[in-house]
């Protein structure tokens, strides 16, 4: 099974930044998009940011656009989520996610997810 191990998620002051660390290991298929979700209590996972294999393209969210930068690192199999100028409602545990198709950021097309990480920002 594909493994995904998220990190890097904290507690910071509105207004800072955090990067997130995603590290994929036993990977099956060498050509695969990569990207970030995010999930509260009482709330539908939603999508916050994808990158595709090549790395030239990416999609974000409305609500994270202009403050978070996805990028990846595929010697590293590893995919990273630059969060800058945070808000108290970007609070959340977020997730990383594979999707070898690569044609969908919905939630149901992502083929494996990471156990998340969880960030929290403080008024």
């Known amino acids: 099974q594909v493994q995904l191990v998220e990190s890097g998620g904290g507690l910071v002051q509105a207004g800072g930044s955090l990067r997130l660390s995603c590290a994929a290991s036993r990977l099956t298929f060498s050509r695969y998009a990569m990207g970030w979700f995010r999930q509260v209590p009482v709330k539908e996972r939603e999508f916050v940011a994808g990158i595709s294999y090549s790395g030239g393209s990416t999609t974000y969210a409305d609500s994270v656009k202009g403050r978070f930068t996805i990028d990846r690192d595929h010697a590293k199999n590893t995919v990273y989520l630059q969060m800058n100028s945070l808000k108290p409602e970007d609070t959340a545990v977020y997730y990383c996610?594979?999707?070898?198709?690569?044609?969908?950021?919905?939630?149901?097309?992502?083929?494996?997810w990471g156990k998340g990480t969880l960030v929290t920002v403080s008024s």
């Open positions: 996610a594979l999707n070898y198709g690569g044609n969908s950021w919905h939630t149901t097309a992502m083929n494996y």
